[in-house]
C-alpha cells in the first residue's frame, strides 16, 4: 500500500509539473470555458431587440415620424436609415444592412385624418427565421389590437417574408454550415501541419532547402489549398442535391468569395502552427479560434441582435462576410456587383494573416 501511495503521489507531482510548465496549454484550457461563458452570457441572445429596420416613406411629415417611432416602440425594430428610393432599400436588405423595411403609403396622413384605413408594409429578412418571427409577430399583435373604443385599428400592418417565407431553418443553417465546416476542417489541417514536421524532426530539413522561403509556405498551403477549394464545390453540391438550396451555379464573386475565404483560414492555420510547440496545442488554439467565429458570425445566432462591441468582434471574423455573401447568393440571388463590397474583409484577414506567418516562420529559422 505504501509503495502505491508513493507511486501516485510521485506520478501525480511528475504530471502537475508537466502542466505549469506548458503555460499555453494552461492558458488555453482556461481561456476557451471562460470565453464560451462570456459569449454566452453577454452577446447571444435568442430574442433579439433594436434589430436595424430601413424607414421607406415618399413624404417627411408627423405621420410618417410617428409610424416610425410606434415600430420602434415595441422594442424590437431600430430605425437606422430613411429612404423614398425602393430600390435602394431592397438592396440594403439583400445584403443584410438591415433586418426590415417599413414602407409607409404615400397618403397615409390623409387617410388617417379622413378616418379611413391606411396601411402599412413590414417586409422583413426571413433568411434568419429566429430573427424575424418574433419581431413580426410582437408587430401584428401591436396593430392588430384596435382602438380603445374596440373598432378596427386606423393603420393595418401586412407583412411581407422574403427569400425564406416558410420560415425553414435549414435554409439558414444549412448554408452557414460550408462556412463552418471549411473554417474547423481547414484552420486545424494547416495548424498542424508545421507541428508534425518539428515532432518528426523534419523542420530543420525543410529549412536548409534551397528554395525561398515564401515558396515554401506556399508549397505547404497549396495542397490543402485545393482541397479546400474542392471541399467547398462538393458541399454546395450535396446540399443542392440533399436539401434543396436554389443553387444557380457558381459565380465569379462567389468562387473569388470561397477561394479567399479557403485562403484566409489556410494562412491563419499555418500562423497557429508556427506558435504551438505540440499537436494538442494546436488543435486548442483552432478550437479557440472556431468557437468564436461559430458563436459571433451569425451562423447560429441573430448577427444584428448581439451587442455592439460583439458586431464588432464579428465583423473581424471571416466567417461573418462569407456566410453573407453564400446566403446573399443562394438565397436572395446576389448578383455579383453586390458581393463584391463582402468580399474586401475576407481578402484583408488573409493577408494578415499571411504576414504573421511569414514573420513567425522567419522568427523560428533565426
Known sequence: MKAFVDGLFAVAAKETLHMLRDRLTLALLLTVPLVQILLFGYAIELHPKNLPTALLAHE????????????????????????????????????????????????????????????????????DPVASIVATQAASA????????????????????????????????????????????????????????RERGTFETLATLPIPRSALLLGKLAPYFVLGCLLFVGLLVACTW???????????????TAAGFVAANLTLGIA????ARNQMQAMQLGVFFYLPSMLLSGFMFPFHGMPAWAQNLGELLPLTHFL???????????????????????????????????????????
Open 242 to 256: 440533399l436539401i434543396g438550396l436554389p443553387w444557380r451555379g457558381v459565380t465569379p464573386a462567389l468562387a473569388t
Open 324 to 366: 453573407r455573401v453564400v446566403r446573399g447568393v443562394l438565397l436572395k440571388d446576389l448578383s455579383d456587383a453586390a458581393v463584391w463590397p463582402l468580399v474586401w474583409p475576407i481578402a484583408a484577414f488573409a493577408v494578415v494573416a499571411a504576414l504573421i506567418a511569414f514573420m513567425l516562420y522567419r522568427k523560428r529559422l533565426l
Open 142 to 197: 401591436h396593430y392588430g389590437m384596435g382602438t380603445a373604443e374596440g373598432s378596427a385599428p386606423l393603420v393595418k400592418l401586412h407583412i411581407e417574408r422574403r427569400y425564406n417565407a416558410e420560415g425553414a431553418s435549414r435554409l439558414f443553417i444549412v448554408p452557414g454550415l460550408l462556412g463552418v465546416v471549411l473554417t474547423l476542417t481547414l484552420v486545424l489541417l494547416a495548424a498542424l501541419s508545421f507541428v508534425r514536421e
Open 60 to 127: 417627411d411629415d408627423e405621420f410618417v415620424a410617428r409610424a416610425g417611432r410606434e415600430l420602434e416602440g415595441l422594442g424590437y425594430f431600430r430605425i437606422v436609415a430613411r429612404t423614398s428610393d425602393a430600390h435602394k432599400a431592397d438592396r440594403w436588405l439583400a445584403e443584410s444592412r438591415v433586418q426590415f423595411v417599413l414602407r409607409v403609403p404615400r397618403d397615409l396622413g390623409l387617410k388617417v385624418l379622413s378616418g379611413g384605413q391606411a396601411q402599412l408594409t413590414l417586409i422583413a429578412d426571413a433568411t
Open 272 to 275: 497557429l502552427s508556427l506558435i
